[in-house]
């Protein structure tokens, strides 16, 4: 196996037609390493994919593998294993000749390659399939097939470019789960690309927050869920109440605010002052309804199996989302509190 | 109740007032196409003399007459060959966006609206004995005398490359575009070089349209008269099967034998189209993955 001990990227930058897709990204990736690059649609995660492939030259930067220079190598000379959004597997080919299209590309013995294609025909349980064609194959084995195909190889890093995105829920669920033990049994260094927060939560062993082509933050999943760095970040990590306000106090790093009809107590992030414009995050699960609090009027409420998603609107017409374990009415008057510690709050 | 139920048991089997709208177009192919075809074979089995199969005897007996098939096919096969084998690189060159490609398109293509007595022309000039390819040659001391590229085979074989090459360009053009990118940059991380991701990937797929291409290249060339007569040689190297039925039914006015050799000519058609199809029958001929 062609490992590394470290890949590093060092202020890689991609213009398109004098828009940056990707502004200085910089990152090392330690052996063994998952990471997922998170983001939004046109964030420039799948840029920095096929940078880091050789799919896309970069217009700025330089990309290192331990003390060599990747980024003027051609996507063939790198090594790395790619599974693609759509998989692109070769039509005209049957699995088994999918899955060993790079060992043959390497010019390997005969007997090698029979052999490894088997193992990867075995390790995605499609033993039984290898020789269909891909159009004979559903979407959850087709995806498999891809990822047989990338890992294969033994790659020193696999690019995964949003592959659960074509499944169905379920299918996503499980494949994720396979994608996240294939990872522990073969330890392959993975670079991995999502829009979906819980998918990159649950595989990554570090995240990397990309926004409009720029880094917000990078960190282990704990990290970014409980600390998000600013409110883009904690916007894409569920915290869906984002609500303007005025600081009223600072104790410390404890802050009052008020605004939107409501006074809170927070956990202010980054250097606030009174008078400052805020923000207070707070995810829907951290909003309670209780007998003490703030008064607001219930507008809709969505069943959700073992809880309730309520929206409803403060007396500064405010829209806020929490969560009920008893369906108040459309209408109703609740009083809402939230944990001090849990609320975060931003500078706007 | 029956009648209802008998309109929708109709309707679903696809019979319906909307059958009708194929009224005027059967009607046309029906007046224009099928009954003078099948009045043509019927013609050319009524010779003035020998029998039923009398026109096609008098035909395949002579030697001067049976020989423009070879002729033809000797036009229009490497002809129809090269057309394809130079669109290929051209149209893989162009498959991907870049700046200037619908003006280098343009001029590929141009040479279908000139029609063949245009180019002819333009190629007598040309390539001429006194044109300017020749005079340029002479100028520069590369030939002592000019080298006869016009009415002989040459002329007609640089006659059907320029009207049959923008056909297969296209055409060549349009099923590259219809392969999905990704499936060559799967390659390319696969460790496939150029040349592998093209005759691995890209060849196989484009494969099925090739055949498709060299058919219609084919069919076109096989049917030249124009240049035939006009660059050509056309008492001799490039007497081709086309101006042996215009000679049979127009000077002779021998229709049957004339609507034999067009007969003729169709059969030798359709057998090169066949041989053509059953080979791409055993190639992949499914999706590709791209736009289509």
Not at chain 1, 251 to 261: A, C, E, L, R
């Amino acid at each position: 196996m062609s490992g590394f001990d470290e890949l590093r990227l060092d202020g890689v930058r991609r213009r398109f037609g004098g828009q940056d897709a990707l502004a200085g990204l910089s990152l090392t990736i330690r052996r063994g390493e998952f990471i997922a690059l998170l983001g939004p649609s046109g964030c420039g995660k799948s840029t920095a994919l096929n940078c880091l492939a050789g799919l896309l030259p970069l217009s700025e930067g330089s990309i290192w593998q331990d003390g060599t220079r990747l980024d003027t190598l051609p996507p063939e000379r790198r090594g790395f294993g790619m599974v693609f959004q759509n998989y692109a597997l070769f039509p005209h080919l049957p699995v088994r000749r999918n899955i060993s299209f790079g060992l043959q590309m390497r010019r390997l013995p005969r007997d090698e390659v029979r052999r490894r294609t088997d193992e990867a025909l075995r390790l995605v349980r499609l033993e039984e399939h290898a020789g269909k064609l891909p159009g004979q194959l559903s979407g959850g084995q087709q995806q498999r097939v891809a990822i047989a195909r990338a890992v294969v190889l033994e790659p020193s890093l696999v690019l995964m470019d949003e592959p659960l995105s074509n499944l169905d829920a379920k299918l996503r669920l499980e494949m994720r789960t396979e994608i996240r033990r294939l990872h522990q049994t073969l330890g392959l260094t993975t670079v991995y690309v999502t829009h979906d927060q819980e998918e990159a939560l649950s595989l990554a062993d570090r995240l990397v927050v990309l926004r409009d082509g720029r880094v917000e933050q990078i960190g282990t999943p704990q990290e970014l869920h409980e600390r998000p760095a600013n409110r883009h970040v904690a916007d894409f990590m569920g915290y869906r109440n984002l609500l303007p306000m005025k600081v009223k106090a600072v104790h410390g790093s404890t802050v009052t605010v008020d605004g939107s009809g409501l006074t809170l107590e927070g956990v202010a992030v980054g250097a606030l002052s009174p008078g400052d414009d805020v923000l207070a995050g707070i995810r829907p699960e951290d909003l309670h309804a209780g007998e003490h609090g703030v008064p607001v009027t219930v507008e809709v409420v969505e069943y959700q199996g073992r809880e309730l998603a309520v929206e409803a609107r403060t007396s500064a017409g405010v829209a806020v989302h929490l969560r009920a374990i008893t369906r108040p009415a459309p209408g109703d008057q609740i009083a809402v509190t939230a944990e001090p510690a849990r609320v975060l709050v931003f500078p706007s | 109740m029956t009648r209802v139920a008998l309109r929708h048991r109709l309707a679903e089997r696809g019979i319906d007032r909307q059958l009708w709208l194929l009224v005027p177009g059967l009607a046309c192919v029906l007046a224009l196409f099928v009954y003078p075809f099948a009045y043509g074979i019927g013609l050319s089995f009524q010779p003035a003399q020998g029998g039923v199969f009398g026109a096609y005897r008098e035909f395949f007996t002579d030697a001067y007459q049976r020989d423009t098939i070879a002729t033809t096919l000797g036009l229009s096969l490497p002809a129809a060959i090269l057309n394809v084998a130079a669109s290929v690189p051209i149209a893989y060159r162009m498959r991907g966006r870049f700046r200037g490609k619908r003006l280098l398109t343009t001029i590929l293509v141009v040479p279908i609206t000139l029609g063949t007595v245009l180019t002819a022309e333009g190629l007598l000039n040309y390539l001429g004995p006194a044109g300017w390819f020749n005079r340029f040659l002479m100028a520069v001391g590369l030939l002592d005398e000019p080298v006869r590229l016009t009415n002989n085979y040459w002329g007609v074989f640089f006659s059907l490359v320029i009207t049959g090459f923008p056909f297969a360009f296209l055409l060549i053009l349009s099923y590259l575009s219809g392969i999905d990118p990704t499936l060559e940059r799967a390659a390319a991380t696969l460790g496939a070089g150029w040349w592998q991701r093209f005759r691995r990937i890209t060849l196989p797929l484009l494969a099925p349209g090739l055949a498709t291409t060299f058919c219609l290249t084919f069919v076109l060339a096989f049917s030249v008269f124009p240049s035939a007569v006009l660059v050509g040689d056309p008492a001799g190297t490039t007497r081709v099967i086309s101006i042996a039925a215009y000679h049979a039914a127009y000077e002779a006015y021998d229709y049957p034998l004339g609507s034999a050799i067009a007969v003729v000519m169709g059969v030798v058609e359709l057998f090169v189209v066949a041989v053509v199809l059953g080979l791409r029958s055993l190639l992949y001929t499914g999706s590709t993955g791209g736009k289509g």
